[in-house]
C-alpha cells in the first residue's frame, strides 16, 4: 500500500510538472540535444529526418522491445516460469521477484515492458534459452536475420551496460516498426497502468514512457538509461491515420530526450504527407535498363517536393524526394526488350539461316523466271495451233465451194 501511494505522489509530481510541448513550426530548423535520432515513416518506411543514425550507441532498456517480441512470436505466452536466484538478484529496475515465484510469460512480459524489470528480462531469458548468455546470441541472430540490422550486437536480455553491447538509431527504428506489427506487443506497449499482484510485490504499474500522457496519439514504446548511454527513448505516436516513429540516443536528461522527440514528431505531422506511386511505372537506371514498378508503393513527402527515381547496383529502387533517398526493396522487375531470332534447329528439318536468305531468294526469282518462260512457250504454242487449224478449216470451205460451182455448171 505505501508503495502504491508513493508511486501515485510520483505520477502527480510529474503530471502537475509536466514536460513542454513545443511545437515545431514548418520552416523551422530541428535543434536536437540528443546525439543521435532518426524519424521514420511506419507506413512507407521512408526516413524523414536523422542525425548520425549510424553511429554506434549503447541503447539501455530500449534493448527489451527485442526481448519482448522474441518471447511473443517464439515462446508460449501460457507458460510458467519458474523465477531463478539469478533472476531475483539482477540489479536496476525491477518487478520484486522471488526466488522460486511462479510467473506466466506473458505476466513476464507486462512488468518487463512497462515497469522496465530486469529481473524479468533474465528470467524471461532463462526460460527461453537456459541463460542469458544463450538467449543475447539469439537476439543478435534474430535481428540480423528476421529484421535486418547492420550494427547490433546484445549481450544481455535487459539492456545494462556491456561495452558490446551495441545499437543504432537506424537498426532499433527497424526493430520498433517489426515489433509494432504484433498486436500483443503493441498492446503491452501502449499500456499506460495496471494492477501488479506479486508474491512479493502489490502494485499499481505505472509505464515508464511519460509520452502516453503527454503527447497526443502516443501508442509506445519504450525508454531506458544507464550513465553510459544517456536517455534512450523509441516511441510511436499517430495521427489522422499517419504513425511516425522516433528513436533518440544519447541525450542528457529525459526531458531532452521527450523535448527531442515531440519536435520531431511535430515536424513530421505538420510538413509530411504520403502518396501512392500506382505499379506499371516504368523507370530507367544509369546504364539505360528499364524497369516496371511491380506493387503499388507509398511515398513520404512534402508538398513542395518532386519524387524522382533511380536504380542502384542491386537493382533495388531508390526513391528521391528533396535532399532524402529512400530505397524501396523488392517492388521493381528489369523489362528484357524481344528480339526476333531464327528459330533453333530441331534436327528434323534445318531451317535456313541469315546467310543462306540471298541464295535462297535467287532461287526463287530463277524458277519464276522459268515458270513464266514455259508458260510464254506454251501460249505461244496453243496459239499457233488455233491458227492452224482455222486457217486448215478455211482451206477445206474453200474447196468445197469449187467443187459445188463445177456440179452447178454441169446440172444447171
Known sequence: ?????????????????????QHTNANQNIE?????????????????????????????????IVTAIIAIEEGNLEDIVTVSEKARNQDGSRVYLLEGEKV???????????????????????HLNGSEKEFAKRMTEFVENEIGTENTTFKNPHGLFDPEHVTTAEDMGKIAQ??????????????????????????TLYNHHRLLWDYEGTTGVKNGYVPESGHTL?????????????VTLKAASKYYSYKDTMNLLDYGFLNFETVEVSKGKMISDAAGREF??????????????????????????IVKTGDRENIKEDVIVEQVKNEISPLASTG???????????????????????????????????????KRRRRKKNQGRFSESVSYARRSKYYH
Open 1 to 21: 500500500m505505501i508503495n502504491k501511494c508513493i508511486n501515485i505522489v510520483l505520477l502527480a509530481t510529474v503530471l502537475i510538472l509536466g514536460f513542454p510541448i
Open 32 to 64: 536536437l540535444f540528443s546525439e543521435s535520432a532518426i524519424l521514420i515513416d511506419t507506413e512507407t518506411g521512408d526516413v524523414l529526418y536523422e542525425k548520425d543514425s549510424d553511429r554506434i550507441m549503447y541503447p539501455a532498456s530500449i534493448t527489451k
Open 104 to 126: 506466466t510469460l506473458h505476466k513476464l512480459l507486462q512488468g518487463l515492458l512497462i515497469n522496465s524489470g530486469n529481473d524479468a528480462g533474465t528470467a524471461i531469458a532463462e
Open 178 to 203: 517489426y515489433a509494432m506489427k504484433n498486436e500483443t506487443f503493441r498492446e503491452i506497449v501502449g499500456t499506460k497502468e495496471m494492477e501488479w499482484i506479486g508474491e512479493g510485490w502489490e502494485t
Open 234 to 246: 523509441v516511441t510511436t505516436a499517430e495521427r489522422n491515420g499517419k504513425e511516425l516513429l522516433v
Open 292 to 317: 516496371m514498378l511491380a506493387s503499388d508503393i507509398h511515398v513520404s513527402k512534402r508538398a513542395d517536393e518532386v519524387i524522382s527515381y533511380a536504380v542502384n547496383a542491386e537493382d533495388q529502387l
Open 348 to 386: 528434323k528439318q534445318d531451317s535456313p539461316s541469315a546467310s543462306s536468305q540471298p541464295e535462297n531468294q535467287k532461287s526463287s526469282f530463277f524458277s519464276v523466271g522459268i515458270f513464266l518462260v514455259i508458260l510464254f512457250v506454251f501460249l505461244w504454242l496453243l496459239g499457233w495451233n488455233q
